[in-house]
């Protein structure tokens, strides 16, 4: 509708009905009257007129189960104002893509566009309108188990993949089949303490803005509707009550003018953070940050009203949260058409078969290979035992792949059968995923008490018949890694290595002399220093989603030559965390002679095991000849920086090139290392191609000693490499 027709709705909403449309439930609060006495909402103390107020409705799925709610809402609607459908549709809706640690180790952000305008439409032709993603949190530390859902510990390559993620969910903005997006979680979430969920989060100003802003900023910039506040602490201010960061950066500063909604019941936790005595007091602290819409706590709808009549809060808070969300709504055209895309998608079928080949190329294109003697990749003919909890598993989606169509899931096994013959592809399962379950907790419809576990007899059985089975074969595919409720959100762990009965395994598959090959599934960067040794060749493949077992068979098989880089640090140990690649020099960096008195552990090295932006492929490369065309930059103007890549190797591969720079000198302390642009090229046997970068003035800026942001003139290095351990280095100087 015009604008000045929303304006007279509007202006004939009561103050009830206007928080009505700040107020977001579970959709059991709408499936019938009765759940608003026993469902979630009774939880609540919300009444049925509140519900029937609200302005938006969480997790509901499926088209017929959508178009009833919205059906019945509004026939009871006074002023027709349609229900926003909100979803945490992460990285796939029934087809799951690979997670986003897995999609970053793409550098491909065209293809993740992609994947996200498929994405979109699938889950808008249910109905969906909203979904809460991107997640854009830097990874910082692999104790925090939801760097399942983030892309990177690198604040150029963060943004360029929410800002794709954004453009894709937008599909064009056709209506009905694209999503509304909302980036999370802002702020500063990953920087939990200790790795540790939900923690506090204590970090100077420079360091969010130079690494945690970004891709937030990125997302808006890209036109992101919503922004959902995270549990977190900024600086002892619960971000859904911290007004710096909402009102003052994320509205004045970045000109956000779309809706920022609470993380589920944050507004409440606020109580439990210790900021406020009570829900009024809660209430009050979001709206007064800002926070438009309350997701499944109480304090808005059971406060906001008498706040406003007794004068404790502005009434134009109230109306300014109102007015954001129906100009959503009538963005997407809701009051045309509240059924939004509900069955939309016409061509399923040939949308259903985009969607998977997209699913499989990403899949194919997220997987790592960290090691390989040379065993892979497997000819067909060789007789392979497949080992391990995760062969046969669908379970391959990660943790909020909580829409997946579990019966399209490819595993492994049925993969690599498919591809290699039901004959030579024989199969143990060989151990359970961990020894113990019960401390996991349930996470959806995922119960960890429903878990099956072998028997320690069975588990004696299981593991004998695997040693016998890699015995009599040519080759192990050990197939491993975390449980899937080890990781994703409430999934923290203090040991990210391989779980021990897997290693207990891993150890005696190795002691039959066979060559073994491991496939990794997991959300986090792990620790794998203590099994590396045990294995010929590792790829990480992730949750890899419902193409997961075609696009790993591809790889194993060398029909797909692998070309994903590391997007994320691995550590040798958890020890380490918090880990980055982007770390400063500090006043005593490592000397060779392993001087004590230097920033080292005595235990362990400081690098990564396997660093940001490595992996292997089936081909090798040659970098060289790093020139640039000049060594002096001025302002305005930029340098040509050059190099040849060659494929060295004997198949065809793709390559990603990165340029890093180094501030060699700055009125604060610079990182060693920083990405700042990256190219991706195919090569054929024996080709060699031109790569050039351009450094411009801008590239080098900064927030200064004085917080103002900008560069400063002197002396920098700029590098290339095909990881950011192994580099060419040039220096130029900033006039
Ligand atoms: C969860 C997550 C958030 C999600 C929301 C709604 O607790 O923190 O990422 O979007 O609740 O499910």
């Not at 710096?244 to 970045?254: A, F, I, N, S, T």
């Amino acid at each position: 509708m015009t604008e000045s027709k929303l304006e007279k709705l509007f202006s004939e909403m009561t103050l009830k009905e206007k928080i009505g449309q700040l107020i977001q439930l579970e959709s059991g609060c709408f499936a019938s009257e009765q759940s608003a006495v026993t469902g979630p909402a009774a939880k609540l103390g919300i009444d049925q007129e509140m519900i029937s107020n609200s302005g938006s409705v969480l997790n509901a799925f499926g088209a017929e189960k959508i178009y009833q709610i919205q059906k019945k809402y509004m026939e009871e609607s006074r002023l027709g104002i349609p229900l926003l459908f909100m979803n945490d549709v992460i990285y796939g809706y029934h087809t799951i893509f690979p997670i986003p640690l897995g999609l970053g180790a793409t550098w491909n952000s065209e293809l993740i566009q992609e994947d996200f305008r498929e994405i979109a439409k699938e889950a808008a032709s249910d109905g969906i309108m909203v979904t809460f993603s991107p997640p854009a949190d830097l990874i910082r530390d692999a104790r925090w188990g939801r760097c399942l859902e983030m892309a990177s510990e690198d604040p150029c390559l963060l943004s360029r993949y929410a800002s794709a993620m954004v453009t894709g969910l937008h599909n064009d903005g056709k209506k009905g089949e694209c999503l509304a997006a909302c980036v999370k979680h802002f702020a500063g979430y990953s920087a939990v303490e200790a790795g540790r969920e939900y923690n506090s989060v204590d970090m100077g100003e420079r360091m969010l803005r130079e690494n945690y802003f970004p891709a937030y900023k990125a997302a808006v910039e890209s036109g992101c509707e919503l922004v959902m506040t995270g549990f977190n602490t900024i600086n002892g201010i619960p971000a859904t009550g911290n007004q710096w960061l909402v009102k003052e950066v994320l509205r004045k500063e970045w000109g956000f003018d779309g809706i920022v909604i609470s993380d589920y019941a944050a507004v409440e936790e606020l109580i439990t953070h210790g900021v406020a005595e009570n829900e009024e007091q809660a209430a009050k602290m979001a709206i007064e940050a800002t926070v438009d819409i309350d997701m499944q706590s109480s304090c808005y709808a059971l406060w906001l009203e008498k706040m406003a009549e007794n004068g404790k809060i502005a009434e134009q808070q109230v109306n300014d949260a109102c007015w954001r969300i129906l100009c959503l709504k009538n963005r997407l055209g809701l009051f045309e058409n509240p059924y939004y895309g509900c069955n939309k998608l016409s061509d399923k079928e040939s949308s259903e078969e985009k969607r998977i080949c997209l699913a499989r190329e990403s899949a194919e294109k997220s997987c790592v290979l960290l090691k390989n003697d040379g065993v892979l990749p497997l000819k067909k003919e060789q007789k392979v035992a497949l080992i391990g909890p995760y062969a046969d598993s669908r379970d391959i989606t990660g943790l909020w792949a909580v829409f997946a169509d579990r019966e399209k899931t490819v595993t492994l096994k049925k993969a690599m059968k498919e591809y290699a013959g039901e004959s030579r592809i024989a199969y143990a399962k060989g151990c359970d995923f961990l020894d113990e379950y019960s401390n996991l907790g349930n996470f959806g419809n995922i119960k960890a008490d429903s878990i099956p576990k072998l028997t320690e007899e069975e588990a004696k059985i299981a593991e004998m018949e695997a040693v016998d089975l890699a015995a009599i074969s040519d080759v192990v595919v050990m197939a491993a890694g975390e449980h899937i409720l080890q990781s994703g959100e409430a999934g923290s762990r203090t040991d990210i290595s391989l779980p021990e009965v897997q290693k207990k395994l891993l150890k005696k598959l190795r002691k039959t002399g066979k060559k073994i090959v491991l496939v990794l599934f997991n959300g986090r960067p792990m620790a794998l220093n203590d099994i590396q040794d045990d294995c010929d060749a590792i790829l990480e493949a992730w949750f890899p989603g419902t193409e997961g077992g075609h696009a790993i068979s591809r790889i194993l098989y060398g029909v797909t030559n692998p070309s994903g880089r590391l997007s994320v640090s691995f550590p040798y140990s958890a020890g380490q965390e918090p880990l980055s690649y982007l770390r400063f020099s500090t006043g005593r960096p490592p000397q060779e002679n392993n001087e004590r008195f230097t920033s080292r552990y005595l235990d362990c090295p400081n690098e990564a095991l396997f660093p940001f932006g490595y992996g292997l492929s089936y081909h090798s490369s040659n970098l060289k000849n790093l020139r640039l065309d000049k060594k002096m930059l001025k302002a305005g103007e930029h340098i040509q920086v050059e190099a040849e890549i060659t494929n060295t190797g004997t198949v065809a591969g793709t390559e990603t090139i990165q340029l890093y720079i180094r501030d060699i000198c700055g009125s604060v302390v610079r990182p060693v290392l920083e990405l700042k642009d990256f190219r991706q090229i195919s090569l054929s046997p024996g080709e060699t191609k031109i790569i050039s970068f351009q450094i411009t003035e801008e590239m080098l800026r900064f927030w200064r000693s004085d917080m103002s942001y900008g560069s400063e003139p002197g002396k920098f290095y700029v590098f290339i490499g095909l990881n950011s351990r192994d580099l060419l280095k040039e220096e130029f100087e900033l006039l």
